[in-house]
């Protein structure tokens, strides 16, 4: 059915029905996809954020369903719908993780690796570069790049440099598109940095990330002129 919502009675009609038809489709149908919509129907649409937390949680334990462990994580860790728990949130992001986002596994990892004192998470790098490297296999790019920096620079008493593998997760971070280790590999490249130099190579990737930047810029662009007007 089309919706040519022209007053503000049609608005809240048609946001009426649609927080309606989520909430038939997440109790009574019982589809996580749709509890996880109702989770954003109440963030966004109710401002209910306490609400959301419970069906995000919810989500997440009843049926294993990835986003919602991921969105429930970001709650417990920002104190979104209930009071700030890091160890929660950690808790939920490796739910996440195990149940195959790539972002939860991502700031998994990141807890792991961060030395912040807010995070209340222990130190732990071997568990920490696990997860990050979870992330990279399956599909996130800054899983990926951080990798290549741990690799690249070390970690003291921890992790050796190794050119190698910074080299690898760099190819791995700009094949998924992070114009950051696009400009290592180029770097890498011209240097001869865990791979064997070359400088033809080298300018391939330069060029690629002058290319990404562009793309980059046009997507501003509209907001820019937006701004202008």
């Not at 109440?42 to 049926?63: G, H, V, W």
């Not at 195959?100 to 998994?108: Q, V």
């Not at 741990?150 to 700009?174: D, H, Q, R, W």
Request: aromatic fraction near 12%.
């Amino acid at each position: 059915m089309a919706w040519d919502l022209k007053t503000d009675e049609e608005v809240k009609q048609y946001l009426d029905n649609l927080g309606t038809e989520y909430r038939f489709g997440c109790l009574s149908e019982k589809k996580p996809e749709v509890c996880h919509l109702l989770g954003d129907f109440m963030e966004s649409i109710k401002k209910d954020f306490n609400k959301a937390a419970l069906l995000y949680r919810s989500t997440c334990d009843d049926y294993q369903f990835s986003r919602s462990c991921h969105k429930f994580a970001s709650y417990a860790l920002t104190g979104k719908g209930g009071p700030a728990d890091p160890s929660k949130a950690f808790d939920y992001f490796k739910k996440g993780c195990n149940f195959g986002d790539a972002d939860s596994c991502l700031y998994a990892g990141l807890m792991c690796t961060a030395n912040n004192e807010k995070i209340k998470v222990k130190l732990d790098y071997p568990q920490g570069m696990g997860f990050l490297n979870q992330s990279c296999e399956k599909g996130n790019h800054n899983g990926c790049y951080y990798l290549s920096g741990m690799y690249l620079t070390g970690v003291p008493e921890v992790l050796e440099k190794n050119m190698t593998s910074a080299f690898n997760y760099s190819i791995k971070a700009c094949d998924l598109g992070n114009i950051y280790a696009c400009a290592n590999v180029s770097r890498m490249y011209t240097k001869g940095d865990g791979v064997e130099p070359n400088a033809e190579i080298a300018l391939q990737f330069k060029k690629k990330v002058f290319e990404m930047e562009k793309e980059l810029r046009g997507q501003f662009k509209p907001i820019e002129m937006e701004r202008g007007a």
